[in-house]
């Protein structure tokens, strides 16, 4: 089967005596790639890569463990497992809990930074979508997240249905269905990121609870039982997908009239700058944002960027927007909810 034929009879690679899990594998692969893409459009936005670092290293550790903190709560394990060498081997995570986690931490930083948050999630949303559909052939590897079970021979064959080795039966590949849906909405939001400057910051973070919250109300009703977290008799991750669902067509549609009432129209504005990344937005005050290609204002505002010295001084940190100290610079381009 196919299973074999991509992985040796089982679910790990051995180095020096110790099983490495290619779920963990191809995790990991998730976050590397997430890390890129995400660095990426930071600059792309207008805003220093070494910003990112920031809250990569702070908000990462923080989602890891409310993944897990999620996963052991409502599936109703005991708290002596929750942490346990043994149990965690064993696996036991869930993604709401990591979304969760992660907003929140990233929601902090931005305080704490004074950074708009809906400008950074509309970078980090893209990474994420990203991460999660590398992570979901981790769920193949481990022969779970399926559907169905599939009695039409005409049916079973990859990727509509997966065949389960320990059950000896071709189920509907759910795990699939979800890592192209959410590797396309991952696509079309990085373009969305990349292409669009205007007002108002949030749309890509709006959508992404759209989508991830509507394909996981979808998937899970019909997934195998034994993936579904039913602590206490309530299927938690429906709960939860479908509160997403709801929140991000909520905050869209909120966001979005919000802007056509305060700037004249539902994307970019008519009263004054239509941007909402004029400012550059770095990890430290004195940093400074000089004229690149990959910075999306840098063409819309030429004038504004210098270009980057011959030799730059060890340790100067990412540019610095240079109109950041002239008082008439528009804020409301970063400001705006």
Known sequence: MLNSLLWPNHSYIEIFGIQIYWYAIIIVIGMLAAFAVISLLFKRRNMSPDLFLTFFVICLPIAIVTTRLFYCITDGMPITEWFSFESIRKGGLSIVGGIIGGAASVAAVCYFKKVNFLRVGDCVVVGLLLAQSIGRWGNFVNQEVYGGLVENPALQWFPLAVFIEGKGEWHYAFFFYESMATLTASILLFLNAWKNPYKPNGVN????????????????????NTFILQGGGVPWSLVFSLLMFI????????????????????????????????????DTKDEVAYKNDINIMCKIYPERYPEKPPKEEKGSGTPKHPSDNVENENQEGDAQA
Do not use: H, Q
């Open 247 to 282: 929140a991000g067509v909520t905050w869209l549609v909120t966001l979005l009239l919000l802007n056509r009432k305060k700037e004249g129209k539902l994307f970019g504005s008519l009263r004054e700058d239509p941007y909402g990344i004029t400012r550059f937005i770095g």
């Open 205 to 224: 973070s709006a959508c992404y609870f759209i989508v991830y919250g509507l394909t996981r109300s979808i998937m899970e009703p019909l997934r195998d």
